[in-house]
């Protein structure tokens, strides 16, 4: 009987703190490195940037200190209209993480830039459940906090 | 391109053996190893100090640095040829080609591949699901609260966009290995599943519900590589490597090429030149199943049907025993079990067991040549292994 008076109330106090923790817990905050700052500094200012080769042109996504076409270090970052089509997407009932779990259902989705590239991102809105391959999306910034913008994505009502 | 140096009849598989299967509680990673690994031995017939060389992968429930000094230290054993191979799925395959090239080279001569982890009792669901999310890109894919399945789900989407594949042919996938699991006497799986206990399942991420989903099991495997030469003096029915190649594409989902051709394609080519062989020489598959979707692309990419009729095949019954190319005859990872590189090791296994024959049941009647295809990431590293009880 002592005994579990005594542990009711920490055990209850522990369950506040998660439940106060969950609540608390926000969404992922970019990290940036040494391949990936100029991307997420331009995030902050809401533009898309993508890296183009200088030597052979070719267009990808995910930052490198090389061309992944041809090794060249000549590379320069180019602003993306951040227009395009959804190339493939899920709905995630079952998400990788408590933080996550808050928002389920989410549209999780490769998108396919129009300059060529392919990003993964969420989509985001009130229409983003019914999304299907192919639908037209546009660029949108979301705010992970301390000024700091993630690139995700809105389907375009025509 | 070069001509890759050929492996083709230079090595057998002599010994396999599997762990305790489904909840152990009672076992420890690194134990279930051991207890395929003596399984292994035993059934080649062979001693300890047989072996001289020792091929792992990785574990998360266990993870040491070292895996493979780990594994060596804890069964006692001083090889001269010893690596840990991390390239997921993919790896148990790569293990018997590594130990191929091993042999082949003179770098060993008898090699003990393992690989297995408590992932059902050693953590909980959610951490296991929350380790496995570090398959993700941490800087592009992560923050978007991208999962395993998720990654599986958008490559379903768009086979079913692009070939018009069904959520009813995927499930299937799931109700057809199930079959089969029931067959075998140590699955984790135990009773029957119905395609609309599938398509009414939990959904974890659209297209894909719980069943379209592999297991978190408890189990280890384990086989035992040597030269044909040494084989042949062995108590066991040796099975030969008469072909296996690999491919790797990409790691992350966002650099994968396509969503729709994978290097399924050129790692089976490789395996086919080398053997000698095609698709119509194949008796039996043991095709990785992470996901429902997966065995589908790999019958279609080993040229065993065209693309988009993957589904169909199996939908008309043409992968179940007794069909025209019975596919994962032990249940695959979907039923008979899955705990990290042990998955698609149990695939190796199964096709032993298939060309010595003897199974009842579960045999495919006739077998002489199988073929195995692991796959790791997000289709992303490829090795295809074609396996024969003659020397071809």
């Known amino acids: 009987m002592v005994d579990s008076i005594a542990v009711q109330p920490y055990i209850h106090n522990q369950e506040m703190n ?3 923790k ?10 940036s490195n040494a ?16 890296r183009r080769c200088n030597s052979c042109g070719v267009l990808h996504f995910m930052p490198r200190f090389i061309c992944p076409s041809c090794w060249s270090e ?18 995630i009932h079952r998400a990788p993480t408590p933080v996550f779990a808050q928002h389920t259902p989410y549209v999780t989705a490769m998108i396919e830039l129009d300059e060529g590239p392919r990003i993964v991102a969420n989509i985001l809105g009130d229409n983003a459940l019914s999304v299907k391959i192919g639908n037209r999306v546009s660029v949108t910034f979301e705010d992970r906090g301390d000024g700091d913008l993630i690139p995700q994505f809105e389907r375009v009502t025509n | 391109m070069m001509k890759q140096a050929s492996l083709k009849n230079k090595v057998a598989i002599v010994g396999v053996g599997e762990s305790d299967i489904g909840r152990v509680p009672h076992m420890t990673g690194l134990g279930l190893n051991a207890q395929a690994a003596k399984r292994a031995l035993d059934d080649a017939g062979m001693n300890v100090s047989d072996i001289d060389g020792v091929l792992t992968a990785y574990s998360f429930t266990e993870p040491y640095f070292m895996l493979g000094s780990v594994i060596c230290e804890y069964l006692g054993l001083k090889p001269r040829y010893n690596a840990s191979m991390v390239v997921g799925g993919a790896s148990p395959a790569a293990m018997l080609k590594h130990a191929a090239e091993a042999i082949v080279a003179g770098q060993a001569e008898t090699i003990l591949v393992c690989a297995g982890e408590n992932r059902a009792t050693g953590v909980t669901r959610d951490a296991a699901v929350a380790a496995l999310a570090v398959v993700g890109h941490p800087y592009f894919e992560q923050p978007y609260g991208t999962s395993i399945p998720g990654f599986y789900a958008m490559i379903a989407n768009r086979h079913m966009h692009v070939y018009g594949t069904t959520r009813e042919q995927m499930a299937q996938v799931a109700v057809q290995t199930r079959k089969h699991a029931l067959l075998h006497p140590n699955a984790h799986m135990k009773t029957a599943l119905t395609q609309e206990q599938v398509l009414n399942a939990k959904p974890i991420a659209d297209p ?5 989903c592999c297991l978190i099991s408890d189990a280890g495997g384990a086989f035992i590589v040597t030269s044909a030469e040494r084989a042949r003096d062995l108590k066991s029915s040796p099975v030969y490597l008469q072909g296996i190649g690999e491919y790797h594409t990409h790691e992350h989902l966002l650099c994968a090429p396509s969503l729709s051709e994978f290097g399924v394609t050129e790692s089976g080519r490789i395996a086919y030149e080398m053997a000698g062989l095609g698709p119509k020489d194949i008796d039996v598959a043991e095709l990785y199943d992470c996901f429902t979707i997966v065995p589908i692309i790999e019958l279609e990419e080993l040229g065993f049907c065209e693309r988009g009729e993957g589904g169909a095949f199996f939908a008309e019954g043409h992968a179940a025993i007794g069909g025209t190319l019975p596919v994962n005859t032990h249940g695959g990872m979907l039923s008979h079990a899955h705990a990290g590189a042990a998955g698609g090791l149990f695939g190796i296994l199964e096709a032993v067991r298939q060309l010595r024959g003897g199974l009842g049941e579960r045999q495919v009647q006739g077998a002489e040549v199988a073929i195995v295809h692991n796959e790791g990431g997000v289709l992303s590293s490829h090795c295809t292994a074609i396996l024969s009880s003659m020397k071809g």
Request: proline share 4%; aromatic share 14%; glycine share 8%.
């Open chain 1, 74 to 91: 000549d590379l320069e970052w180019i602003e993306s209209k951040g227009a395009g089509a959804v190339y493939s997407f899920t709905v």
């Open chain 1, 18 to 20: 998660y439940q106060e």
């Open chain 1, 22 to 31: 969950q609540l608390n817990i926000s969404l992922p905050k970019p990290v």
């Open chain 2, 208 to 212: 894909l519900g719980m069943f379209d």
């Open chain 1, 35 to 50: 391949d990936s700052r100029t991307y997420w500094d331009g995030a902050r200012e809401r533009k898309l940037l993508i």
